[in-house]
């Protein structure tokens, strides 16, 4: 759409980033627990070092006591090993930070094996035969983050060990990494009399130990294939309290220091070093009002500062339901005695500290809108990652996570609006089109592992929702049970799940989930399924082929590479039953070709292949399918509810797969345009959500042509009248105004703001007639140098379809714009000025000003932003277009100010076209200055085979959607 630019700009960052940025479905809650899902702090560091094989711990005697005043720790650790390959050194890994006193260090022999299960007098035995080994040297090794102690002679495979350190390190206060302390203020009320509240400044201390912190803490085997149980005893201040993973089984007063006293707390179960957890503090504790201890289960607190505690009692009630779904999701009750959640002031990590039976909050982690998210994603790592353990590989940890996600998303979906059907179904869209570039994540690098991990996430719904969630959740119980006090790879998970399909007859025998699993994360593309039915005998043939929709396409090699292939399962509704419970996968395609026979369909009803968006690939159907699906929707849009029949995920899939295979030329745009039929009765945000983003895809390649404009209004058709109703519907219920348009905690207020906002952007006339008045306020201002009253909404209308005196207003605004003002005000108003301006001479006028004319006041780099905004709508395009070629050598002149400026105005002022016209405009200009582009001249050329590409599609494609819209327009 021509003015586009906003809500262009708006969508790049919601569609391109923001899914990756917002983890796409729930800007407002899931933002906020976006710090669960970022991966790049869960991974070791790539250096990170392994130690040699051979020396296994089985179990540590950790003993902390932190000095908080003066801002260190000091503690002991004895670690009993096992020897399973002899060996002269053993190695620890320690932190450089940590300073291991070289007399402190021992190392004794135990005997031959003992652990547990061994009897009293094994272990008297043990005690007895007990012997100190002579230590040759020791070595600190900083850069592999490891402390080596050389004996002076081998230890022996089979037998046990037993080494003791001595330590001290310092208590870090900024980063809350490690051991860190840090102090909050509550206030306390003075004396019994006066109510004179005063400040206490209240210090703390407390564990965070992932990825790899724990060598921070204590010497230790720090991965999380090192499985130990712990005795861990903390040394604290008499008038403070310690937790640790487990509850304190013995206090004792410290003889040797008074006002010190030391808890011992009992045995772990087997745990990773990152399981670890130490707080001392003096913040008091809430429990839930509904506790699960009548059922044995665990005792749950929620620790805070005493004026923070009664905020936190929701999520203190919410603890136990959520712990009660998860260990039925699991079939593995919780595992340890207690659960202990703390809301520590001033934590600054960038994560929960979760450590097993203890995680660690931001104070604004639990109050407000994404407590759910975080309380239940944070519960769920007590079983995967701390019960069982991720390998330390990247595909693990990719894996628990979105396992962890699923989870969450299963816990809340019902719960909190963000999590309904619709939107699950609609959250991951972005995705399609990072995947359908010529080269993904090129513009979106650093959000690479984030897209990954939701393409993991979207991969692991497809395996639930197509093996049944029955097969699928007693698939993961058999797997948590085998692998519980264990580490995990990601194919006995899966091992174990294929397993129980086959079982259950939802899995066919040769198909194996990992080989599924494996097809799709591995790749960064996905497939379109073309869907051909034989009306005669009730089959269809299946194909699938990569799918791209972006181009240009020219020198990309990847992108029709026909061996791709996909393990790709056929769920499938048909007419005569559109419950969604009613799902059968129909088949597994894994080739090129897959027939499916036996359909539930007469030859007169639709089918629905992937309803729901349960895998993530794009259907294409035969003529007469989509024309079923269109009549359907569109007559049962005229009764009453008929519309609900199809649910919201397939309503706005089969919307959106439809325009997005008519933008890839795999569809005619008037089977596309159909979709859109039934939209006059759709009320659900995320089936409009998804037009507003394909009217936007589709402005972009439409605008400044005829078909465009007319697209544009049919959009101002479809628009005004569900906008009218929302606005009617919040007077009447006196709602307040819409919010940021992408926050999708209100989905009706949210629906409201994304309405008018394309209201705006398509210029429809409520929009203009109200921009209109907006205007005039600040035209008539006395000062109107004091700042803009308008909101940037109404700008672009204005200056598109306003009158020459209102636009010359608003370019006297850029120029006279006062220096104490925030210059990016006024880079935005130029942009508007500049960018919504459809009249060529309007657009000339500003291109002389700021190009031609030496004593104006506008920068080189006004210039460029000029250039930008000018190359973003068609008409901006075509005037920036012939201004280079009418003033060639000034506009190359005006370019010499500024390194790569000259390319970067050719490339603004060539590439966008995308006609017949503009590419013959773009070959004329090349042959008349052959030889004067100097190093602009590769640009031209690729806007030339890119202008080629557009320019096909547009005369394959703009006729027929300009004849369907001026058969609709009409009616
Ligand atoms: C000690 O172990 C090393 C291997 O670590 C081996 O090469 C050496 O022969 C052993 N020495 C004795 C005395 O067993
Ligand atoms: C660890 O070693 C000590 C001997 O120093 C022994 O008493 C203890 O039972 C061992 N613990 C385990 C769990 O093996
Ligand atoms: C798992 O699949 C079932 C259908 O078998 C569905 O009802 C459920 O919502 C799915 N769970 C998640 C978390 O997607």
């Keep these: 759409m021509g003015t586009g630019q906003p809500r262009a700009a708006a969508l790049a960052l919601a569609v391109a980033l923001g899914a990756a940025l917002l983890a796409a479905w729930a800007p407002g809650a899931e933002a906020r627990a976006r710090r669960s899902i970022d991966l790049s702090a869960d991974l070791g560091r790539p250096s990170d070092s392994r130690l040699p094989e051979g020396l296994v711990p089985s179990h540590y005697r950790l003993r902390l006591q932190p000095f908080l005043t003066e801002a260190r ?48 007098e094994e272990l008297e035995d043990a005690d007895t035969v007990r012997q100190q080994l002579s230590i040759a040297s020791t070595k600190k090794d900083t850069i592999q983050q490891q402390y080596v102690i050389f004996l002076t002679q081998n230890l022996t495979e089979g037998d046990s060990y037993e080494v003791e350190l001595t330590f001290s390190g310092p208590l870090n206060d900024e980063r809350s990494e490690a051991f860190f302390m840090n102090s909050y203020e509550d206030h306390r009320t003075k004396g019994r009399r006066s109510q004179a509240l005063v400040l206490a400044r209240r210090p703390y201390a407390a564990t965070q130990m992932r990825p790899n912190n724990a060598r921070r803490v204590f010497p230790c085997f720090d991965g999380p294939n090192y499985k130990a ?37 009992q045995t772990t179960p087997p ?37 923070f505690l009664g905020r936190l009692q929701a999520a203190a009630d919410a603890a136990p339901a959520a712990l009660a779904f998860l260990q039925d999701y699991l079939g593995v009750p919780f595992p340890l005695p207690g659960l202990d959640l703390v809301v520590l002031p001033h934590y600054a990590a960038r994560h929960p500290a979760d450590m097993w039976g203890v995680v660690i909050f931001r104070e604004e982690d639990l109050v407000g809108e994404s407590m759910q998210v975080q309380l239940t994603t944070e519960l769920a790592y007590q079983w995967l990652g701390h019960l069982v353990t991720p390998a330390p590989r990247w595909a693990e940890l990719h894996l628990n ?93 899966f091992s174990t799940i294929t397993h129980q399909g086959w079982a259950d007859g939802t899995v066919p025998r040769d198909v194996q989930l990992l080989d599924v699993v494996n097809s799709w994360v591995q790749r960064d593309r996905y497939p379109a399924i073309t869907v051909t039915r034989n009306y005669n005998d009730a089959t269809a043939e299946v194909e699938q082929h990569v799918f791209l929709r972006d181009r240009p396409r020219w020198g990309c090699s990847s992108c029709d590479d026909d061996d791709l292939q996909w393990w790709v399962p056929l769920p499938l509704l048909a007419q005569g039953d559109l419950d969604l419970s009613s799902v059968q996968t129909m088949g597994w395609l894994h080739r090129q070709q897959l027939t499916l026979r036996d359909l539930p369909a007469a030859p007169n009803e639709f089918i629905i292949v992937n309803p729901n968006e349960m895998g993530m690939y794009m259907v294409n159907y035969d003529p007469t399918n989509w024309q079923l699906l269109a009549a359907y929707l569109e007559a049962s849009a005229g009764g009453d509810g008929a519309l609900a029949a199809v649910d919201v995920g397939s309503r706005a899939k089969l919307l959106h797969d439809a325009w997005n295979l008519a933008l890839a030329g795999e569809l005619a745009f008037g089977a596309a345009l159909n979709m859109t039929l039934f939209l006059p009765r759709e009320t659900e945000f995320a089936v409009w959500d998804t037009f507003f983003t394909m009217v936007d895809h589709v402005g972009r390649h439409t605008s400044g042509t005829p078909a465009g404009d007319k697209f544009q209004a049919y959009v101002c058709r479809l628009v005004e009248p569900l906008h009218a109703g929302l606005a009617a519907q919040a007077e009447a219920q006196g709602t307040p105004a819409p919010r940021d348009p992408r926050d ?14 394309v209201l705006c952007s398509a210029g429809c006339a409520p929009c203009r007639e109200q921009a209109q008045f907006e205007f005039a306020r600040w035209m008539e201002m006395d000062d109107p140098e004091e700042g803009n009253p308008v909101a940037d909404l109404y700008l672009c209308p204005v200056f598109a379809w306003g009158t020459d005196e209102q636009w010359e207003f608003g370019l006297q605004r850029v120029i006279n714009f006062p220096k104490e003002r925030e210059p990016e005000e006024r880079n935005m108003l130029l942009a508007k000025v500049a960018g919504c301006a459809r009249d060529p001479l309007r657009i000339e006028r500003i291109l002389n000003a700021s190009i031609l004319e030496t004593d ?35 506009v190359k002149e005006r370019c010499s100010e500024e390194p ?72």
Excluded at 232 to 248: E, G, K, Q, T, Y
Excluded at 281 to 307: C, K, M, W
Excluded at 946 to 959: G, R, V, Y
Aim: proline share 4%; hydrophobic share 40%; glycine share 6%.
């Design 73 to 120: 720790f000091q503690g002991r650790v004895r670690v009993n090993l096992t020897c399973e390959a002899s060996t002269r050194a053993v190695h620890l890994h320690a932190h450089e930070a940590l300073h291991i006193a070289h007399d402190g260090v021992r190392v004794w022999w135990l005997g031959g094996a003992v652990d547990a299960s061994s009897s009293e």
């Design 271 to 307: 745990m990773s070093t990152f399981s670890v957890a130490v707080v001392v503090s003096d913040l008091g504790y809430i429990t839930p009002l509904n506790p699960l201890t009548a059922e044995g289960g665990p005792q749950i607190r929620v620790f805070g500062r005493a004026h």
């Design 744 to 757: 999708r905690s209100d989905p009706v207020a949210t629906l409201r703001a994304l309405a008018k906002y």
């Design 856 to 890: 104006s006041n506008f920068t080189i780099s006004d210039v460029r932003n000029i250039a930008n905004v000018l190359a973003g709508n068609a008409y901006g395009h075509a005037a920036l277009f012939s201004f280079l070629s009418e003033h060639w050598d000034a």
């Design 401 to 493: 996570k979105a396992l962890v996600n699923l989870l969450m998303v299963a816990r809340l979906q019902g719960v909190s609006p963000i999590f309904s059907p619709g939107n699950l179904a609609t959250r991951d869209h972005s995705l399609y089109y990072e995947y359908s570039k010529k080269h993904p994540y090129a513009v979106v690098k650093s959000q690479k592992e984030t897209i990954r991990l939701m393409k993991s996430q979207w991969v692991l719904r497809m395996i639930n929702n197509t093996i049944t969630e029955k097969t699928f959740k007693s698939g993961l119980q058999h797997f948590v049970q085998e692998r519980q006090y264990n580490v995990f790879e990601e194919a006995d998970m």
């Design 900 to 971: 790569g400026m000259w390319e970067y105005f050719v490339s603004r002022a060539l590439s966008n076209f995308k006609t017949q016209e503009g590419l013959d405009l773009v070959s004329e200009l090349y042959v008349s200055r052959m030889g004067q582009f100097g190093p602009a001249e590769p640009i031209v050329e690729e806007a030339l085979k890119t202008i080629k590409e557009e320019a096909e599609w547009s005369n394959e494609n703009l006729p027929d959607m300009e004849h369907w819209l001026d058969a609709h327009l009409d009616q």
């Design 229 to 265: 149980t712990f005795d861990i005893s903390v040394v604290r201040p008499a008038r403070m309290a310690a937790l640790s993973n487990m509850p304190v089984r013995l206090t004792e007063k410290l003889q040797s220091e008074p006002g010190w006293e030391v808890d011992h707390f």
